[in-house]
């Protein structure tokens, strides 16, 4: 248990470091994009690679926020549960999540897989778009071990750390 949750600390530590890059190169080709349509030159594209970006900019925090308890939660009802109902629950919560983000990331794992097999391209610059698909599945997969380790916590009774 314990070499599972370095490997997840290490796997979203990697994927945020890479999500913030990601960031920083969304803002720069959006602002520059914005900068010279003022000069009536701008990115052609643009529009397209940002929205790549974006997307992995999601997927890879998906994992970590999941790490950091850093989404909304309502538990106006669930407060008020013993201690003991309140980790059963858990567990099954983040049992099934987990199970449901294993299945999604299956899914855009195969569809990158059709994607890159059948040699499609990006709609406007007609560039190979699969490296993004699998990074997306990439942070899917991070999120999934991460509600693994989660449901084995909740399991073994351990705080969240």
Same mark, same amino acid.
């Given at each position: 248990?314990?070499?599972l ?5 290490f $796997?979203?530590?990697i ?6 890059i990601s960031v920083l190169?969304?803002?720069t080709?959006a602002t520059?994009n914005v900068v010279?349509?003022? /000069?009536?030159a701008?990115f052609?594209?643009a529009y @397209?690679?940002? &929205? !790549?970006?974006?997307a992995? =900019?999601?997927? !890879? ?8 308890k850093?989404?909304? %939660?309502v ?5 008020? /549960?013993?201690?003991?109902l309140?980790?059963?629950?858990? #567990?099954?919560?983040? !049992? =099934?999540t987990m199970?449901f !983000?294993g299945?999604?990331t299956w899914q855009? +794992?195969a569809y #990158? $897989?059709?994607v890159q097999q059948?040699?499609e $391209?990006s @709609?406007?610059?007609?560039i190979?778009?699969?490296?993004f698909v699998y &990074? %997306?599945?990439?942070?899917f #997969? %991070?999120l999934t +071990?991460?509600l693994? %380790?989660d /449901?084995?916590? &909740?399991l073994l009774g351990? @705080? @969240?750390?």
């Amino acid at each position: 248990m314990k070499y599972l949750v370095r490997l997840n600390n290490f $796997l979203n530590k990697i994927m945020i470091i890479l999500g913030g890059i990601s960031v920083l190169c969304l803002m720069t080709l959006a602002t520059g994009n914005v900068v010279l349509r003022i /000069f009536q030159a701008p990115f052609g594209g643009a529009y @397209e690679i940002v &929205s !790549f970006i974006g997307a992995m =900019v999601i997927a !890879f925090a998906l994992g970590y926020t999941q790490k950091m308890k850093n989404h909304i %939660v309502v538990d106006i009802l669930t407060e008020k /549960f013993p201690k003991k109902l309140h980790r059963v629950l858990d #567990a099954v919560n983040y !049992f =099934v999540t987990m199970i449901f !983000f294993g299945l999604i990331t299956w899914q855009i +794992l195969a569809y #990158a $897989l059709k994607v890159q097999q059948t040699g499609e $391209l990006s @709609e406007t610059l007609k560039i190979i778009y699969y490296p993004f698909v699998y &990074s %997306v599945s990439a942070g899917f #997969a %991070v999120l999934t +071990l991460t509600l693994l %380790v989660d /449901f084995l916590n &909740s399991l073994l009774g351990k @705080e @969240e750390n």
